[in-house]
């Protein structure tokens, strides 16, 4: 799919912007502070229907302005779709509204519509930060995928947040309660296992063919999903989750009541990284976790391509720095095939001779087209 239009009013630091990106590569140039980022936000919202940054939503409106307005035109192989968000200031906080061909949709109408595939700075936490880290990006990229996964996704949670309030209800724990809590979330859980174990698995045959086409015989990348409850034997079919479910919380049970909170479910999973046996978050050089993530990410984007039957969109927000010549070469051509990506850097990379990018200039949240390389 591809961006036709783009249209921006408030957003951030562009209090007006029409665009109309032509297809392939195309790249965004501008010193610190001019606004690559905001655009590369303002796509993703449409995409996901939330911002990249973990941003106040009001932040997302541009200063002394009440409301914020992000429309494109998409064009997949099948449709065109129009989709635009507007976000209202409300008090210190905000509200957003999403529309769909120009009708109000609710936020689980309009995801799906648009798929995108983001790197940003913050993505190269996935390797080194939190678990919780991880744990979003699997979300994301899965609900993308699959709606069905986003619906049990949300369902887990409304029962996680049902099982901590009664772990902390002052004057006793109703236990009756507590074992239908933890039956519903086993068998929800045991979905969102299955689900995110099988998508790993695909995310890390892919992610390991990519990284050895950009590194040689540099060592290997390879990833694991790590499951809360732990599967000692591998199986991640349901029963072998429910059965590892009611083991742990026999372990676990009496301290979930001590720490009043749920210590046992995929809301503790996480993934871990290596190149070849060490650990990427321990051993990795800065350059080689962003070698990772990169990889990773272009096989989450591979991954979309063959759920959703459309080529997302791909939205790189400063990728390219800190990667040596040579990876930057091998990653802007591994791009160049791309329907549309939307690349920022301060400078105009390096590319291989013969490869064709657009190229856009920002200036203070304005924008304007250089000649095409
Ligand atoms: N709500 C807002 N209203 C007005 N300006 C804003 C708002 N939110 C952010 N900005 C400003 O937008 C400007 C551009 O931000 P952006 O993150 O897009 O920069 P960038 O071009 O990506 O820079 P860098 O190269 O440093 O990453 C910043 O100066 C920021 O202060
Ligand atoms: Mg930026």
Not at 221 to 234: H, K, N, T
Not at 269 to 289: K, M, N, T, W, Y
Not at 328 to 353: K, N
Request: charged share 20%; aromatic share 6%.
């Amino acid at each position: 799919m591809r961006v036709s239009t783009l249209d921006l009013a408030n957003f951030r630091n562009y209090a007006a912007l029409h665009v109309e990106p032509p297809g392939g590569v195309c790249v965004f140039i501008g010193d610190n502070a001019q606004g690559k980022s905001n655009l590369l936000e303002a796509i993703s919202l449409l995409a996901t229907g939330k911002s990249f940054r973990a941003a106040r939503e009001a932040d997302l409106v541009r200063t002394d302005c009440p409301l914020a307005r992000v429309a494109a035109r998409v064009t997949t192989s099948s449709l065109e779709v129009q989709a635009a968000c507007i976000i209202t200031r409300v008090g210190e906080g905000a509200r957003k509204r999403f529309l769909r061909n120009g009708r109000g949709v609710a936020y689980a109408q309009f995801l799906g519509g648009i798929s995108a595939v983001t790197f940003m700075p913050l993505d190269l936490q996935l390797i080194a930060g939190p678990p919780a880290i991880r744990r979003r990006f699997l979300n994301v990229a899965l609900s993308q995928a699959d709606r069905g996964y986003y619906r049990q996704h949300v369902r887990y949670t409304g029962i996680l947040a049902q099982k901590n309030a009664l772990l902390k209800a002052p004057g006793g724990v109703d236990r009756k309660l507590l074992a239908t809590y933890n039956e519903q979330l086993a068998a929800v859980g045991a979905a969102l296992i299955g689900a995110r174990a099988a998508y790993v698995r695909g995310l890390a045959r892919e992610a390991a063919a990519v990284h050895a086409r950009w590194v040689g015989d540099a060592p290997q990348l390879r990833m694991r999903y790590v499951p809360s409850p732990a599967l000692p034997e591998g199986d991640e079919s349901p029963g072998a989750v429910l059965r590892a479910f009611s083991l742990a919380w026999e372990t676990h049970g009496a301290a979930e009541l001590v720490r009043k909170t749920s210590l046992v479910g995929p809301h503790r999973d996480d993934i871990e990284f290596a190149l070849d046996d060490h650990a990427l978050a321990r051993f990795g050089s800065q350059g080689q976790q962003r070698t990772a993530v990169l990889a990773v990410k272009s096989a989450e984007y591979a991954l979309l391509a063959a759920a959703v039957g459309e080529a997302p969109l791909l939205l790189l927000d400063d990728v390219l720095s800190e990667l040596d010549a040579e990876r930057r070469r091998s990653f802007m051509s591994s791009i160049e095939g791309c329907e549309q990506a939307f690349v920022t850097a301060t400078e105009l990379p390096d590319l291989a001779a013969g490869s064709a990018v657009s190229v856009f200039e920002i200036t203070d949240g304005r924008l304007a087209a250089r000649a095409q390389t």
